[in-house]
């Protein structure tokens, strides 16, 4: 699960790179609106790794574990002794999922109030826990307050608590407008969850800022009970299939955005805009045929994932070259796959 903060808008379409006045180890991604514009430098993308238990068809085949968390590090290692480091390094579900929101979530949904930008990544092989861990496979019949070790409730449904919490605690001038937007990537075709009938396509915008979604829905959402339908009812319209590694694999790439407009009414700043949008991204699972036996529509939407990811990746090796990005006609390749 990828934590990246991004930059922040403002009303008048400046930017302004986000900044950091956090322990950078601890809690690097996490960001705060009120700080120095001296202290004003790009945050790093955050790697946290989160390794599942074994589930009950591995137990009974007598699959062991082949990773090795390091007790005293955040690394692992595998049984052919490759050590791998990140930021974070966390095993099991319930206090582990709550620790990885805590320390690498959290911080970016507060800064989403103060007009900063992020995007959170779930990637791994299929049958991995990545929805499981976003919460989108959470059971639609159980409120918030209900949780369990075996059920924890996931990044997602805590993105949507904390958001909440943290609206009803602003001033009594501050006036927020919350919309989401649910859509997947399925075989390089863009399918609204929230309106999945309607044709999405993807356009240059039209003030040269990127790309816009044409036909996609922003719902707008005033309680914590309509935002949790939404996600329940895109979570349902999604392309899912079973494989020989996963009874229920995610088929397509899934992105769940937020969108924040908070304006101010005080005397400080009346009339004060904000905006901010945050992309939740639960990624398909990587596959090797060979070992999800897939065949037919199964193995072209295989083939389809991997190279969406693939793209991904490409995109983030350019990003975290220093000297290939600031290069002069510097290329970025966004374009090799919708996903990107």
């Known amino acids: 699960c990828g934590v990246e903060a991004m930059e922040m808008e403002t009303e008048a379409g400046g930017r302004v790179a986000a900044k950091e006045n956090v322990d ?14 001296h202290e004003e430098k790009e945050l790093p993308v955050t790697v946290a790794l989160m390794v599942r238990p074994l589930v009950g068809a591995e137990l009974v085949d007598g699959c062991r ?6 007790a005293t590090e955040p690394s692992v290692s595998l049984v052919s002794e490759h050590k791998f480091t990140y930021d974070h390094v966390y095993h099991g ?19 989403l109030l103060g007009g900063y930008n992020a995007t959170v990544l ?8 990545k929805t ?17 070790e075996r059920e924890p409730l996931g990044v997602i449904p805590r993105v949507m608590r ?13 006036s927020v407008a919350i919309k989401v937007g649910f859509i997947e990537i399925h075989k390089e075709e863009i399918r609204d969850l929230l309106r999945p009938k309607s044709a999405v396509t993807l356009r240059d915008a039209p003030d040269g800022g990127g790309v816009a979604l044409v036909g996609a829905r922003e719902k707008e959402v005033r309680t ?14 999604r392309a899912t299939a079973a494989t020989g590694m996963n ?22 700043a009346p009339g004060d805009v904000t905006r901010a949008k945050m992309h939740l991204v639960d990624l398909a699972g990587s596959e090797r045929a060979k070992r999800t036996k897939a065949e037919g529509a199964r193995l072209q939407e295989g083939i389809q994932i991997n190279k969406g990811l693939l793209a991904l990746g490409n995109v983030i090796s350019a990003l975290g070259d220093d000297k290939r990005r600031r290069a002069k006609g510097a290329h970025v390749p966004y374009r090799d796959s919708k996903l990107t």
Do not use: W
Request: glycine letters at 8%; aromatic letters at 6%; charged letters at 25%.
């Open 65 to 70: 574990e082949c990773v090795s968390v390091h």
């Open 93 to 111: 579900s319930g206090a582990s999922e709550k620790a990885l929101y805590a320390q690498c979530v959290e911080p970016l949904v507060r800064g």
């Open 132 to 148: 499981f861990t976003m919460g989108t496979a959470r059971d639609a019949s159980r409120d918030f307050a209900s949780e369990t």
């Open 24 to 37: 950078p180890v601890a809690n690097r991604g996490a960001i705060s609106p009120e700080m120095d514009a």
């Open 162 to 174: 904390t958001l909440f919490e943290r609206v009803a605690a602003l001033p009594g001038d501050t």
């Open 224 to 237: 914590i009970e309509e935002m949790a339908k939404a996600l329940r009812d895109g979570s349902n319209a």
């Open 247 to 268: 009874d229920r694999s995610s088929r397509s790439h899934a992105i769940f955005t937020i969108h924040v407009e908070t304006v101010s009414a005080g005397a400080d």
């Open 122 to 129: 779930a990637y791994g092989q299929t049958g991995s826990g």
